[in-house]
C-alpha cells in the first residue's frame, strides 16, 4: 500500500492491520482496524501522529516513500495513547526533529510512559497556532475526548483536521476515504468505536461539536486516527451529524437481551422475553455472553433503549461473563435505556435481584420485578419472562412516543 495523497503535499502514512481483533485489549474490532498517521510536507515537515509500535517499519517505509524520514522537522502528539504513540521512541532516535509538540497533560503522559531525555517538547495550549510555511497549524485541546491529554490538529489553509481518536472507526480496508465505501459500513464501524470507547465523554462530544461552530471551523477533510478519511461535503457533514446523534444518546424502539446459562434454564426465559418483546412489535437483539464480547452488547445498544440482563445464580452470584459485561457497559455510561431482569436458580437465586441493582446502579430506569425461576423453567415462568418482555416494550415505547 502505497502513501496516499490526501490534499497537496498532504499525505496519510499510516499502517492497516487486518489481523487485530482484541483492540486494546478491551473491545473487539471484528473488521480489524487502522492506525493512520499524516505528513505533511511544507517549510517545516510536520508528521501528525505515529503508529503502534509493531508498525513501525511501515511508517518509516510510508514516509520514505515521500521524503527521508530524517527530513521531518516536526512531530505532534495529538494523544500519547500507545496505538499512536508506541513508534514515536523510535521515529524520535530516527528523524531527530526540531520539535515535539503535544498538549500540556501529553507532556505529563509523554514524560512517564516514555524515557523522553533530551527530547525537544513544545507545549502547545488550548488555541495555540503554529507556522510551518504556506500552512498554519491550530492546536485545540479536547480533554477527556477520550483522555486527558487529547488535542486536534487543524490546518487552517488546507480545512484538514487530524482528529485523533474522535471520528475514528475500526476497519482495516484496502480504501482510505469514506467515499470509496457505503455509509452503512462506516455508520456500523462508528458506533462500534464510539460506544466502545467514547460513550463516556458524549457531553464533551457535544460541547466540542458546538465550539467547532461556534469558532466557525470549516473541514474539508476530517482525518482520524482509525479507519476511513471523509473528504466530500456530503461524508464530512454525515461524520459530523452521526457523532452528534451517538452523543445525544436518544433511546431507540428496540431492545437489547444479553444472558448467560449453564444448562439452558435461563437461554429459555431469555427466548420467552424474546416473545414478549414480539408480541408489543419491539425488535430485539440477544446475545449469548457465551460467545459475546461485551463490547458487541455495548455496540447493539446504538440501536436500542432497553436492556435486559438475564444470568443464573452460581455460587451466589451472577455468571462471571455477565458480570464482565455489566463492568463493562457501567463504564461506558450508558443513557436513557430501560431494562429489567431475569435468571434461574437451585437455592438462593440472589442473581436477577443483583442484576436489578446492578441496573439501577447504571441508571437504567428499571420497569419491571426480576423474575426469578426454580430449576427448570415450567410454564408459569416462560409465562412471567414472557410478562417481563412485554411490559419492558410497553415502556420503552412509552418513552420513545416522548
Ligand atoms: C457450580 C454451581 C453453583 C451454583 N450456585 C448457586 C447458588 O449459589 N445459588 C443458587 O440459587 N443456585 C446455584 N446454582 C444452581 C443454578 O442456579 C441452577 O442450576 C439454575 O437452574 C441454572 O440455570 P441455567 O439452566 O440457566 O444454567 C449453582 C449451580 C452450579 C452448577
Ligand atoms: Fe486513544
Ligand atoms: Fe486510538
Redesign the pocket.
Known amino acids: 500500500m502505497k502513501p496516499v495523497e490526501l490534499k497537496k503535499d498532504i499525505y496519510w502514512v499510516g499502517a492497516v492491520d487486518f489481523d487485530i481483533r482484541n483492540f486494546h485489549h478491551y473491545s473487539r474490532s471484528p473488521e480489524g482496524s487502522t492506525y493512520n498517521a499524516y505528513l505533511v510536507c511544507d517549510e517545516k515537515n510536520v508528521l501528525f501522529d505515529t503508529v503502534n509500535v509493531h508498525e513501525y517499519g511501515t511508517l518509516v517505509k510510508r514516509i520514505s516513500e515521500i521524503i527521508e524520514p530524517e527530513k521531518i522537522d516536526y512531530i505532534v502528539c495529538n494523544h500519547l495513547e500507545q496505538d499512536h504513540s508506541g513508534a514515536l521512541p523510535r521515529m524520535v532516535k530516527l528523524c531527530k526533529p526540531e520539535k515535539i509538540f503535544c498538549s500540556p497533560m501529553g507532556y505529563k503522559s509523554m514524560t512517564n510512559i516514555y524515557d523522553t531525555t533530551g527530547w525537544p517538547i513544545e507545549i502547545v495550549k488550548d488555541g495555540d497556532r503554529l507556522n510551518i510555511g504556506k500552512r498554519n497549524i491550530t492546536f485545540l485541546e479536547t480533554r477527556m475526548l477520550h483522555w486527558p491529554d487529547s488535542m486536534v490538529s487543524y490546518l487552517e489553509e488546507d480545512k484538514v483536521l487530524f482528529s485523533n481518536d474522535a471520528f475514528g472507526q475500526n476497519i482495516a480496508s484496502s480504501f482510505r476515504f469514506a467515499d470509496e465505501t457505503d455509509h452503512k459500513t462506516i455508520l456500523n464501524a462508528t458506533k462500534g468505536y464510539y460506544y466502545n470507547i467514547v460513550l463516556p465523554y458524549s457531553p464533551q462530544v457535544l460541547k466540542t461539536l458546538k465550539r467547532v461552530t461556534d469558532m466557525g471551523l470549516q473541514f474539508d477533510v476530517i482525518a482520524p486516527d482509525h479507519g476511513l478519511i471523509f473528504r466530500t461535503p456530503e461524508d464530512v457533514a454525515f461524520i459530523i451529524s452521526t457523532y452528534k446523534e451517538l452523543a445525544e444518546q436518544k433511546p431507540v424502539c428496540a431492545a437489547v437481551i444479553a444472558y448467560?446459562?449453564?444448562?439452558?434454564?435461563?437461554?429459555k426465559?431469555a427466548e420467552a422475553v424474546a416473545d414478549g418483546l414480539a408480541d408489543e412489535d419491539v425488535p430485539f437483539t440477544m446475545f449469548n455472553l457465551q460467545n459475546t464480547h461485551p463490547s458487541e452488547v455495548t455496540t447493539a445498544l446504538a440501536d436500542a433503549g432497553a436492556l435486559i440482563l438475564g444470568?443464573?445464580?452460581?455460587?451466589?452470584?451472577p455468571m462471571v461473563n455477565m458480570v464482565g459485561c455489566i463492568a463493562h457497559i457501567k463504564g461506558l455510561r450508558p443513557q436513557n435505556l430501560v431494562g429489567a431482569a431475569f435468571?434461574?436458580?437451585?437455592?438462593?437465586?440472589?442473581?436477577p435481584k443483583m442484576l436489578t441493582e446492578a441496573l439501577a446502579d447504571m441508571k437504567v430506569e428499571v420497569v419491571a420485578e426480576p423474575v426469578k425461576?426454580?430449576?427448570?423453567p415450567q410454564e408459569e415462568d416462560l409465562v412471567n419472562a414472557r410478562a417481563l418482555g412485554v411490559a419492558v416494550a410497553r415502556s420503552l415505547k412509552e418513552k420513545c412516543a416522548q
Open positions: 448467560d446459562s449453564m444448562w439452558g434454564g435461563t437461554a426465559l444470568s443464573p445464580t452460581r455460587n451466589n452470584m435468571g434461574c436458580y437451585g437455592w438462593s437465586g440472589e442473581s425461576c426454580y430449576f427448570n
